[in-house]
């Protein structure tokens, strides 16, 4: 079953589970994200490892979770 209904959450906000407020690397992740979002881009290079990231409002944009546990799922709960 597909989950479609996003989270009770900004889509500038990472649920927990997905970017805990301790993760390595977290500020500056969270800097590239939301300027992806500014931009209105569907995602950022992750500023550690390189490897694209799709942004919050892409993956809403979708209109459901992939279940693949993407960094920015807005459709995660905390």
Same mark, same amino acid.
């Given at each position: 079953?597909?989950?479609?209904?996003?989270?009770?959450? &900004?889509?500038?906000t &990472?649920?927990?589970?997905?970017?805990?407020?301790?993760? &390595?690397?977290?500020?500056?992740a969270l800097?590239?994200?939301d300027?992806?979002?500014?931009?209105?881009?569907?995602?950022?290079?992750? &500023?550690?490892?390189?490897?694209f990231?799709?942004?919050?409002?892409?993956?809403?944009?979708?209109?459901?979770?992939?279940?693949r546990?993407?960094?920015?799922?807005?459709?995660?709960?905390?």
């Amino acid at each position: 079953m597909r989950i479609t209904e996003l989270d009770d959450r &900004p889509l500038d906000t &990472p649920a927990r589970s997905r970017l805990p407020v301790d993760a &390595p690397g977290r500020a500056e992740a969270l800097a590239a994200h939301d300027a992806a979002l500014a931009a209105g881009a569907n995602g950022y290079l992750d &500023p550690r490892t390189g490897l694209f990231v799709l942004s919050a409002r892409f993956l809403a944009d979708r209109g459901y979770c992939c279940e693949r546990g993407c960094r920015h799922c807005p459709y995660v709960a905390d």
